[in-house]
């Protein structure tokens, strides 16, 4: 594929470049595979250079601010000690206070002294970084039920971000060329205001990898990150036969009975037919298994009734239980309009359309109706792509 080819230069061009702390936004719409791209290009980029990139993932969908940091802090550890070990065991004792601290909210004295003893004080590489790090620990002594005193450390959000942040720094001064995918940033649980999803993301890209990899949904918007990215990898959808190979693949690891189905080229008709109403690999997929679950293969002419295309939708939407008269009666309604239409203009169109406002409620809470913005509290809203088969003029297509 070109744009994997594209997207795997402009890796190489920035290790060539020797340009650290790039920051490379990964945007497209939902469902293209940006995640499996992007986790494809970097396994080959490491691969490809064997022994100088360190790659690490960190999938911060559904995590607090304080869990993105842990999951940082453990994926750097993994991913450095082996390297470490052989190359650099000075870096060994930096190494176990960040996962430390990475995986406990409070840390016993005695857990550090024990790391003291396994690996004693040295001098040369991290060693000034693990004494500015250990200058912020705050120790407060707690009696326990016997005369015994402890004294116990609490890990702040603020100390294991400063962790991370020592670590990156002598990571940078090293011979490693460290890559950070932070996977679906803009799912991290944050509040729905624009300032506290930007503050999220401005304290993570604090953090100074040799290149940050950030990986957005449409619902982020994208032009507010500008000041904090230093390229736009814009990943496009496929076209009609690229997502017909794409099946072809999934098919080849498939068993034997699903491979006979489309058995024949009589048989794709209808698979070219779906993927030519579609760029999004996701949406394709989702609907090429409400087919093949609802229909006869090859269908009768004919075949693309709205009782039809209904339960096809029915067995490829994300969810059930939905009220198909009122996602028959928004989609004919936006079928004639642009692409992104607001909420206000489809509640302005309620009375022609037959749907009310507790209609659209019930769309949004099931999930139908998708913000494209997550930082315009007012929303864009678009039902949910997968619906679009539901359209009068996707439907007249497939009749034709």
Not at 129 to 154: D, G, H, I, M, P
Not at 167 to 180: C, D, K, N, Y
Not at 325 to 330: A, D, E, I, L, M
Not at 363 to 381: A, D, H, N, Q, T
Request: with cysteine.
């Amino acid at each position: 594929m070109r744009i994997l080819e594209d997207y795997r230069s402009t890796a190489i061009e920035t290790h060539t470049a020797s340009a650290r702390e790039a920051r490379i936004l990964i945007s497209g719409e939902r469902g293209v595979g940006k995640s499996i791209l992007t986790r494809r290009v970097l396994a080959d980029f490491e691969a490809g250079h064997p022994g100088q990139v360190i790659a690490a993932t960190v999938d911060a969908r559904s995590l607090h601010y304080r869990a993105v940091l842990a999951e940082i802090a453990k994926a750097l550890v993994t991913r450095v000690q082996p390297q470490a070990e052989k190359h650099r065991p000075e870096l060994l004792p930096l190494l176990s206070y960040v996962g430390l601290l990475a995986t406990h909210s409070q840390v016993q004295k005695s857990q550090t002294e024990s790391i003291q003893k396994k690996f004693g004080i040295g001098a040369g590489v991290g060693v000034e970084a693990l004494v500015k790090l250990t200058s912020l620990f705050n120790w407060e002594e707690t009696r326990q039920l016997s005369a015994t005193v402890q004294a116990t450390l609490t890990v702040t959000d603020s100390l294991l971000h400063t962790a991370i942040d020592l670590l990156l720094g002598e990571l940078a001064q090293s011979p490693w060329f460290v890559v950070i995918f932070y996977d679906d940033l803009d799912q991290a649980l944050a509040g729905t205001g624009s300032e506290e999803i930007l503050s999220l993301f401005r304290r993570v890209l604090e953090l100074r990898p040799c290149i940050a990899l950030v990986h957005v949904r449409t619902e982020c918007c994208v032009e507010n990150l500008g000041r904090e990215i230093t390229e736009n990898v814009e990943i496009p959808g496929l076209d009609g036969k690229g997502l017909a190979e794409l099946l072809r693949r999934r098919l080849e690891s498939a068993p034997a009975e699903a491979r006979q189905v489309l058995g024949s080229e009589e048989n794709w008709r209808v698979i070219h037919q779906l993927a030519g109403l579609t760029q999004n690999p996701l949406v394709f997929l989702r609907w090429v298994t409400g087919f093949l679950r609802t229909q006869d293969v090859p269908p009768a002419d004919g075949w693309a009734t709205d009782a039809a295309l209904q339960s096809i939708i029915s067995t490829a939407a994300p969810v059930q239980g939905f009220d198909r008269s009122v996602v028959s009666k928004v989609v004919a309604v936006i079928d004639g309009l642009p692409r992104w239409s607001s909420r206000q203009a489809l509640q302005g169109l309620g009375d022609k359309a037959g749907f009310t406002g507790q209609d659209i409620e019930d769309l949004e809470k099931l999930g139908l109706l998708v913000p494209r913005y997550r930082f315009r509290p007012e929303g864009e809203i678009y039902l949910e792509p997968v619906f679009n088969l539901l359209r009068p003029s996707v439907r007249e297509k497939l009749r034709g």
